[in-house]
T-cell receptor, first 116, second 115 residues
């Protein structure tokens, strides 16, 4: 059974650019959540996708957007990058009957984004 | 709005000693509560979670936590620390805000285990 994978592992961008991060869910999982973890902080919930639709969002601006594909892989897109977007971005997948984040989530290793 | 407070950014124990990591939360409705562990350069791994029912929850690697509603606490304990327990630990709460469960994490506690 393959776990949650994320790509790329590291990424360097400049302010104002756009970035796409990718996540491959664990086999059989239908829900994916994205988190931003700044250095020395806990993860902050960005949003969650259940059956290809966004069904929960944290306090992040619209320039953070996402997609979930029929095979339940997912993308996180960030437009107009700012210096404060530098962080570790974590993806977590789960199998849910209701589409909420109380189900056990399995996390990927993350993508380290640096914005210069 | 929900929030999580983890008391102590660093906790240091000797190998074999009791581990106690503190977590207090605020929530306007009955919450779901979680403890995660994060090893360097890795994602988070669920240690245990409380949803409903028994207030003492047992997790992996010998960890357990007790939900105390009157104290709004969910402290994590392990009777005897092992060197491999050295990691970052995060407490999280999730309640149904605006129709969706939105998880909120604490800032984390770094557990240091001395030989």
């Amino acid at each position: 059974e393959t776990g949650v994978t994320q790509s790329p592992t590291h990424l360097i961008k400049t302010r104002g650019q756009q970035v796409t991060l990718r996540c491959s869910s664990q086999s059989g999982h239908n829900t994916v959540s994205w988190y931003q973890q700044a250095l020395g902080q806990g993860p902050q919930f960005i949003f969650q996708y259940y059956r290809e639709e966004e069904n929960g969002r944290g306090n992040f601006p619209p320039r953070f957007s996402g997609l979930q594909f029929p095979n339940y892989s997912s993308e996180l897109n960030v437009n107009a990058l700012e210096l404060d977007d530098s962080a570790l971005y974590l993806c977590a997948s789960s199998f849910s009957l209701r589409g909420d984040s109380t189900d056990t989530q399995y996390f990927g290793p993350g993508t380290r984004l640096t914005v210069l | 709005a929900q929030s999580v407070t983890q008391l102590g950014s660093h906790v240091s124990v000797s190998e074999g000693a009791l581990v106690l990591l503190r977590c207090n939360y605020s929530s306007s409705v009955p919450p779901y509560l979680f403890w995660y562990v994060q090893y360097p350069n890795q994602g988070l791994q669920l240690l245990l979670k409380y949803t409903t029912g028994a207030t003492l929850v047992k997790g992996i690697n010998g960890f357990e936590a007790e939900f105390k509603k009157s104290e709004t606490s969910f402290h994590l304990t392990k009777p005897s620390a092992h060197m491999s327990d050295a990691a970052e630990y995060f407490c999280a709460v999730s309640d149904r805000s605006g129709g969706s469960y939105i998880p909120t994490f604490g800032r984390g506690t770094s557990l240091i285990v001395h030989p």
